[in-house]
DNA sequence: TAGCTTTGCTTGATATCGCAAGCAATAGAT
DNA sequence: ATCTATTGCTTGCGATATCAAGCAAAGCTA
């Protein structure tokens, strides 16, 4: 039902922030980021993006393209190179031992759906 | 008071385009546009922009910048990053969910031990 | 046990987006 | 002069973004 709420719930708590903890850093209230997490928003506006983009340190237009604004240069990239970079920027500090079990999850959630 | 309203009759002027024909040609309503162009629109939605910047032949970006939202002209990211090589190629092409998944992987990994 | 604090969440309110429908003025055609 | 189509505009409305306030559960601390 919901994409990317998901998503940024990940992200905080990849982080170890609490609602409140963002939303000191960011001017984004603990209520609506919740909702945000939850699926409960369907697009939020590209200035609430660009600052939790900032806190997260994730890149501005790949949180446009995520949510579904059009991001004119994009267009004719992949999306797994937007979200490659995410991945990077979130697992590009993963310990050796992380980074096996991490692909022994993937291969497991590619086998589990077919 | 209104900035940019002015900028987007003028351009439909320099079209010779009455309202009704950009509606036609965008899906943007001319009652909207018409607000839009007496600025009694705050921020259109990137959507919107979007359809307009093609139809009038102008820069998204430069549309999105006009009427006030973020827009990282540079980017916030450095384009390398400290992962092994390794890693950036298996994970480099997980999709939108896979990629969620393996965040909150991660996470259930690091809150194991305590 | 009782009392603060934190945390995630819900809810009611406000503001804005964007549109369908309609209106007044103008232009053209007969 | 009358009819018709076009044009710009206003208005009322549903949908959504965002927040302030508050609530329940859980965690500390005394």
Redesign the pocket.
Do not use: H
């Given at each position: 039902m919901d994409g990317y709420g998901q998503y940024f719930?990940a992200l905080?708590?990849s982080k170890g922030?609490?609602?409140?903890?963002?939303?000191r850093q960011t001017?984004?209230?603990?209520?609506?980021?919740?909702?945000?997490?939850?699926g409960?928003?369907?697009?939020?506006?590209?200035?609430?993006?660009y600052r939790l983009a900032k806190f997260y340190q994730v890149s501005y237009e790949m949180l446009m393209e995520k949510?579904g604004y059009p991001v004119s240069k994009s267009n004719a990239l992949p999306k797994d190179q937007s979200i490659s970079s995410a991945a990077k920027n979130k697992l590009g500090e993963i310990s050796n031992e992380e980074e096996v079990e991490l692909l022994q999850y993937l291969k497991f959630i590619r086998n589990r759906k077919s």
């Open positions: 719930k905080r708590e922030a609490t609602l409140r903890e963002v939303e001017d984004v209230s603990n209520a609506y980021l919740s909702q945000l997490e939850s409960k928003v369907k697009q939020p506006s590209p200035n609430t993006l949510v």
